[in-house]
């Protein structure tokens, strides 16, 4: 039980809001962008600075605390707010600071996506992120990152240089390839299991303006077009990344009214080279079957990167089911496309992101992030706003993800994880698990930073 | 003869005949070399995954000791001794050793042998109804290391989908 003086000496060292349960910002303060998660932490901590961060870690270790840090809010689980415990919610450190000379981009541990892009766009500089803005700097970048740039120039995290950390003992440290190396390894994939990152610097990308947009066809189409594109994606050049879609045409504008609530596939292209070049690189995709909806086109990469963020607003009820897949064989894309046409609302979906391109450059062992020699990573997200069809979406993307996890690896990855237990965190981390562990140990050896996919110490 | 004994564990003193492995190494013994390693490495890649979650069950063992008799053209009670020393193998070496088994067994044996194996690792996993994940991890390192094609891998896993984990609860919802 916390004390109210307890209480009060943690609220005197923080410059940023304390927030307890009967403040009138609680409610909101607890939301996490999964409106499945309803979950009533003891404080929330909105830390506006590094000294924030160490006096939260400390008071939450001193009380024995459940700890959960916050940045966007996207995790699929919700694994930015806990029962109980300290929230350290990070949003309030959303700085951005591009150094156009270096090409570098130092972004506060609470950032989001949106920040970055807007920030290092007038400077022809990307990082590879998600692919909604309002998705944190933070969970994507520990967990990976995966999205539009993946094929181009690697994961989230293979762009990252250095990240300044507040530990379970309180230490602030910077980890990088020259300090703290260990830990800078067991941050590229490992999660929030290490500690508070404070702030991340990137290294930015040559990106302005893409060639990029969905591309849809016929349901009826989408084995053809499964087949094309399992072959295409795994030989297309490096510029040029693509994700596969089952997806339900958006009822509104900018989509034709025809189309609008039907069931389609589709991929959505992100084409980052020569603009001048982009009609010829996509002569054979569109030669390939001519599309019932093609969006492509010359886009600024912010304006790419918000695309979807419309369409998914804060709040909505989630359930994610996702696995790494090798290859995609037609029995699994008639099992897809059984699936698939059973999507159970407007928003749900199933992605095919692609991670053979630069990602697949890094060894396996070269950071935590293991799968590298995957070709895609799955997810099932059964989405909508209504609270009342949350067993709809669950059901849906279990018995979908039952029917192809034969097809798929043993893992997934972590940032499209529910809570699957330690064993499905083993298995997703494969040999690099072990490493992980002792590192943990080393760095957080009583488990202080557990609410997560979570690497336990060694022993 | 020597180098399979040793890479067994077994010291010069363990091979004296009133040694409870005697009658192992005797077993291996009446086997060509490069057979008796291959069935030796054989039989430590099936106890890996059996050890996977630190419990081989008596129906793993049977199920090990039948796929080794069957593999090495063994007599039941050589293969009930074979699995004995695999078994203990694992558990004092594992670690390193089990990078080394799986490379070996990578670089002497035909596609067609390691497809075997895979198939028996899968078999033993499966003994017990359902396949647990530490066990598939397992399985999927050894292999990945095998660089047994994806095609396959899938193929032994469709083939073994009714006892995947995190199947068998969803079938039971």
Same mark, same amino acid.
């Given at each position: 039980?916390?004390?109210?003086?307890?209480?009060?000496?943690?609220?005197?060292?923080?410059?940023?809001?304390?927030?307890?349960?009967?403040?009138?910002?609680?409610? *909101?303060?607890?939301?996490?962008?999964?409106?499945?998660?309803?979950?009533?932490?003891?404080?929330?901590?909105?830390?506006?600075?590094?000294?924030?961060?160490?006096?939260?870690?400390?008071?939450?270790?001193?009380?024995?605390?459940?700890?959960?840090?916050?940045?966007?809010?996207?995790?699929?689980?919700?694994?930015?707010?806990?029962?109980?415990?300290?929230?350290?919610?990070?949003?309030?450190?959303?700085?951005?600071?591009?150094? /156009?000379?270096?090409?570098?981009?130092?972004?506060?541990?609470?950032?989001?996506?949106?920040?970055?892009?807007?920030?290092?766009?007038?400077?022809?500089?990307?990082?590879?992120?998600?692919?909604?803005?309002?998705?944190?700097?933070?969970?994507?970048?520990?967990?990976?990152?995966?999205?539009?740039?993946?094929?181009?120039?690697? @994961?989230?995290?293979?762009?990252? @240089?250095?990240?300044?950390?507040?530990?379970?003992?309180?230490?602030?440290?910077?980890?990088?390839?020259?300090?703290?190396?260990?830990?800078?390894?067991?941050?590229?994939?490992?999660?929030?299991?290490?500690?508070?990152?404070?702030?991340?610097?990137?290294?930015?990308?040559?990106?302005?303006?893409?060639?990029?947009?969905?591309?849809?066809?016929?349901?009826?189409?989408?084995?053809?077009?499964?087949?094309?594109?399992?072959?295409?994606?795994?030989?297309?050049?490096? *510029?040029?990344?693509?994700?596969?879609?089952?997806?339900?045409?958006?009822?509104?504008?900018?989509?034709?009214?025809?189309?609008?609530?039907?069931?389609?596939?589709?991929?959505?292209?992100?084409?980052?080279?020569?603009?001048?070049?982009?009609?010829?690189?996509?002569?054979?995709?569109?030669?390939?079957?001519?599309?019932?909806?093609?969006?492509?086109?010359?886009?600024?990469?912010?304006?790419?990167?918000?695309?979807?963020?419309?369409?998914?607003?804060?709040?909505?009820?989630?359930?994610?089911?996702?696995?790494?897949?090798?290859?995609?064989?037609?029995?699994?894309?008639?099992?897809?496309?059984?699936?698939?046409?059973?999507?159970?609302?407007?928003?749900?979906?199933?992605?095919?992101?692609?991670?053979?391109?630069?990602?697949?450059?890094?060894?396996?062992?070269?950071?935590?992030?293991?799968?590298?020699?995957?070709?895609?990573?799955?997810?099932?997200?059964?989405?909508?706003? *209504?609270?009342?069809?949350?067993?709809?979406?669950?059901?849906?993307?279990?018995?979908?993800?039952?029917?192809?996890? /034969?097809?798929?690896?043993?893992?997934?990855?972590?940032?499209?994880?529910?809570?699957?237990?330690?064993?499905?965190?083993?298995?997703?981390?494969?040999?690099?698990?072990?490493?992980?562990?002792?590192?943990?140990?080393?760095?957080?050896?009583?488990?202080?930073?557990?609410?997560?996919?979570?690497?336990?110490?060694?022993? | 003869?020597?180098?399979?004994?040793?890479?067994?564990?077994?010291?010069?003193?363990?091979?004296?005949?009133?040694?409870?492995?005697?009658?192992?190494?005797?077993?291996?013994?009446?086997?060509?070399?490069?057979?008796?390693?291959?069935?030796?490495? %054989?039989?430590?890649?099936?106890?890996?995954?059996?050890?996977?979650?630190?419990?081989?069950?008596?129906?793993?063992?049977?199920?090990?000791?039948?796929?080794?008799?069957?593999?090495?053209?063994?007599?039941?009670?050589?293969?009930?001794?074979?699995?004995?020393?695999?078994?203990?193998?694992?558990?004092? %070496?594992?670690?390193?050793?089990?990078?080394?088994?799986?490379?070996? %067994?990578?670089?002497?044996?035909?596609?067609?042998?390691?497809?075997?194996?895979?198939?028996?690792?899968?078999?033993?996993?499966?003994?017990?109804?359902?396949?647990?994940?530490?066990?598939?991890?397992?399985?999927?390192?050894?292999?990945?290391?095998?660089?047994?094609?994806?095609?396959?891998?899938?193929?032994?896993?469709?083939?073994?989908?009714?006892?995947?984990?995190?199947?068998?609860?969803?079938?039971?919802?």
């Amino acid at each position: 039980m916390l004390s109210d003086s307890a209480i009060a000496a943690f609220k005197g060292m923080l410059r940023g809001q304390l927030i307890a349960p009967g403040d009138g910002q609680y409610d *909101d303060a607890r939301k996490v962008y999964n409106g499945m998660i309803d979950r009533r932490p003891a404080l929330i901590a909105r830390c506006v600075d590094v000294a924030d961060v160490i006096s939260a870690v400390n008071f939450a270790r001193d009380q024995k605390l459940l700890v959960s840090v916050r940045g966007g809010g996207h995790n699929a689980i919700g694994l930015g707010v806990c029962d109980g415990g300290l929230v350290i919610d990070l949003s309030p450190m959303r700085h951005v600071l591009v150094d /156009p000379k270096r090409k570098t981009v130092l972004v506060g541990g609470g950032a989001l996506w949106g920040d970055v892009d807007h920030a290092t766009h007038p400077f022809g500089l990307a990082i590879p992120a998600g692919i909604i803005s309002t998705t944190g700097v933070g969970g994507l970048t520990l967990g990976g990152g995966i999205g539009h740039l993946t094929r181009q120039y690697g @994961l989230s995290i293979d762009n990252l @240089l250095a990240v300044d950390m507040v530990l379970a003992d309180g230490r602030f440290v910077t980890a990088s390839a020259k300090q703290n190396s260990d830990l800078f390894w067991a941050v590229r994939g490992g999660g929030g299991n290490f500690g508070v990152v404070t702030s991340f610097l990137f290294k930015g990308s040559p990106v302005h303006t893409n060639y990029a947009g969905p591309m849809l066809w016929e349901m009826d189409d989408a084995p053809e077009v499964m087949r094309w594109y399992r072959r295409f994606i795994t030989k297309a050049p490096r *510029d040029i990344n693509g994700f596969f879609a089952f997806l339900t045409v958006p009822p509104g504008p900018p989509f034709p009214e025809h189309l609008h609530n039907k069931k389609m596939c589709g991929i959505v292209w992100c084409y980052t080279g020569p603009l001048k070049s982009a009609a010829k690189v996509f002569k054979p995709i569109r030669a390939f079957k001519t599309p019932a909806l093609d969006m492509v086109g010359p886009i600024p990469h912010p304006v790419m990167q918000s695309m979807f963020d419309p369409l998914y607003p804060p709040g909505d009820q989630w359930y994610w089911k996702a696995d790494f897949v090798h290859e995609l064989n037609d029995e699994a894309i008639a099992l897809h496309v059984e699936h698939g046409r059973r999507l159970p609302t407007w928003k749900s979906t199933m992605h095919l992101y692609p991670i053979n391109g630069a990602a697949a450059r890094v060894r396996n062992t070269a950071t935590a992030w293991t799968y590298r020699d995957a070709t895609w990573a799955a997810v099932i997200v059964g989405v909508d706003s *209504d609270p009342g069809k949350r067993d709809q979406l669950t059901n849906w993307a279990r018995d979908y993800w039952t029917a192809l996890h /034969p097809y798929s690896a043993p893992g997934a990855y972590v940032n499209f994880m529910m809570d699957e237990g330690e064993d499905r965190v083993k298995a997703t981390y494969g040999k690099n698990y072990a490493r992980l562990t002792k590192i943990k140990k080393k760095y957080d050896k009583n488990n202080l930073f557990r609410h997560n996919q979570n690497i336990k110490p060694a022993r | 003869m020597a180098g399979i004994f040793s890479w067994l564990g077994l010291s010069a003193r363990e091979q004296e005949p009133d040694s409870p492995l005697r009658d192992v190494v005797s077993a291996l013994d009446r086997l060509e070399p490069d057979r008796a390693r291959h069935l030796a490495r %054989f039989a430590y890649l099936l106890g890996r995954v059996a050890h996977a979650d630190r419990h081989v069950s008596a129906e793993e063992t049977a199920a090990m000791e039948r796929l080794v008799r069957d593999e090495g053209r063994l007599t039941s009670d050589q293969a009930v001794l074979v699995v004995s020393l695999a078994k203990t193998s694992n558990l004092l %070496f594992g670690g390193t050793a089990d990078f080394v088994v799986a490379r070996e %067994f990578a670089e002497e044996a035909a596609y067609d042998d390691k497809l075997a194996l895979a198939r028996c690792l899968f078999a033993v996993a499966a003994t017990e109804d359902a396949i647990s994940m530490a066990e598939e991890t397992e399985i999927h390192r050894i292999l990945n290391q095998l660089k047994i094609q994806p095609a396959d891998l899938t193929a032994l896993r469709v083939e073994h989908r009714a006892h995947l984990p995190g199947l068998k609860s969803q079938r039971q919802r």
